[in-house]
Each structure stands twice: as C-alpha cells, then as structure tokens.
C-alpha cells in the first residue's frame, strides 16, 4: 500500500522559511519521480517542484524558482521542499505526488497522492 504523508506546514511572515516534508510508503523515492503541487482556495492545482532521481533532474515553477528547493533523503524515503522568502502568494494547500515515469507538470500524470499540509504566509 502506497502512502505519502506531508508536514511541516503552518503559518509563517512573509519572507520566513518553512521546510516540508513527504514521508513515502510502499514504494522508493528514488525510483519515482516526485513532486510538489500546492492548490490556494478557489484555484487548480499547480506545479510547484519535482525531482527524478534516475534522470538527475529537478524542474521547479518560475514563481518559486529561486525560492524553493526540493531534494530527497534516500535513507529516509523522504522528500523535502525547502521554502525561502515565503510570500502571500505561497499560501495553500500543498501536496506530494509521486509518478511512476519521469517528472510531470501535470497533475493528472501523477499516480500517488498524500494528503496535504497548509501554508499560511501573512504580509
């Protein structure tokens, strides 16, 4: 059985930093391609980060691109998204996802999902 779990959400000043993370079940990290979507209120679903770890690639948002950083700790079968300079804007809902080929932007390409942690970014 295939479980993502995130956390480390919460509520932060604009400009703080808050560290995610994606504890993965049932299937290793470093096989998948893995990646961060988050969805505000009232909006889709949008890409934020991913990394496959065979292919050595990272892809990331123009929004948070220079911002963010996904890696992943392989002894722990645990993805991270790092999150600097957080803005008001960052404020969602944010999800892992995990894909059996390489990465996607596209959400409906991604077969696993965990259930979310909540970013909260105050002005």
């Known amino acids: 059985q295939v479980q993502l779990v995130e956390s480390g959400g919460g509520s932060v000043q604009a400009g703080g930093s808050l560290r995610l993370s994606c504890a993965a079940s049932?299937?290793?990290?470093?096989?998948?391609?893995m990646a961060w979507f988050r969805q505000a209120p009232g909006k889709e679903r949008e890409f934020v980060a991913a990394?496959?770890?065979?292919?050595?690639?990272?892809n990331y948002a123009d929004s948070v691109k220079g911002r963010f950083t996904i890696s992943i700790d392989s002894a722990k079968n645990t993805v991270y998204l790092q999150m600097n300079n957080l803005k008001p804007e960052d404020t969602a809902l944010y999800y892992c996802?995990?894909?059996?080929?390489?990465?996607?932007?596209?959400?409906?390409?991604?077969?696993?999902w965990g259930q979310g942690t909540r970013v909260t970014v105050s002005s």
């Open positions: 990394m496959y770890f065979r292919g050595g690639t990272t």
């Open positions: 049932g299937l290793t990290v470093q096989s998948y391609a």
């Open positions: 996802a995990a894909r059996l080929y390489t990465f996607s932007h596209s959400a409906g390409d991604y077969n696993y």
